[in-house]
């Protein structure tokens, strides 16, 4: 009589350890009521113009909004000098978000095989020139700023809102 009073008694604490073990590990999450957004791109293109006593004027062009997300590249701290200019994220506080540089577009490279037949490069200076910039855009940027870096110091051109 015994052993079937151990049975008795042991037999539901089997059935509980069994099913226990088969439970889930998992942890309950709540529905979230985030919903995950697609990742957007800002496309930016300015002009950029010098003026007869040197100074240099920033307009916006146009501003695209898409759905997309950039390639990850590796930044490459590259030196600033004197004529770039500075691309500056802002929040709706005009807090700074994310800052890119970007060479002066009124200076160029040219590459060139020349009658000789050696490789040769050339700076041309430019009167004007369109660039243009694209950006992974995140929920908080509002502004994006355009600033160029010069002797005396940074000096402001455009503060554009994003749409």
């Known amino acids: 009589m015994k052993s079937s009073n151990k049975f008795k008694y042991t037999s539901p604490l089997l059935l509980l350890l069994v099913v226990m073990a088969?439970?889930?590990?998992q942890e309950v999450?709540?529905?979230d009521p985030k919903i995950e957004l697609?990742?957007?791109?800002l496309f930016l293109n300015y002009k950029i113009s010098k003026t007869s006593k040197g100074e240099k004027n920033i307009a916006l062009i146009n501003q695209k909004i898409t759905d997309g997300k950039l390639k990850n590249?590796?930044?490459v701290d590259e030196k600033t000098s004197f004529g770039d200019l500075e691309c500056i994220s802002l929040d709706e506080n005009f807090n700074e978000l994310d800052?890119?540089?970007?060479?002066?577009?009124?200076?160029?490279?040219?590459e060139f095989i020349n009658d000789l037949g050696n490789f040769e490069k050339r700076i041309i200076k430019l009167d004007s020139a369109q660039f243009a910039l694209?950006?992974?855009l995140q929920s908080k940027v509002?502004?994006?700023?355009?600033?160029?870096?010069t002797q005396s110091g940074i000096k402001k051109h455009l503060t554009t809102e994003i749409e």
């Open 29 to 31: 999450i709540e529905n």
């Open 73 to 75: 590249t590796s930044k």
């Open 142 to 149: 509002k502004y994006i700023s355009i600033s160029e870096l």
């Open 38 to 41: 697609q990742p957007k791109l």
């Open 134 to 136: 694209r950006l992974q």
């Open 22 to 25: 088969c439970a889930s590990t």
């Open 99 to 110: 800052k890119h540089s970007i060479k002066n577009p009124l200076v160029k490279i040219v």
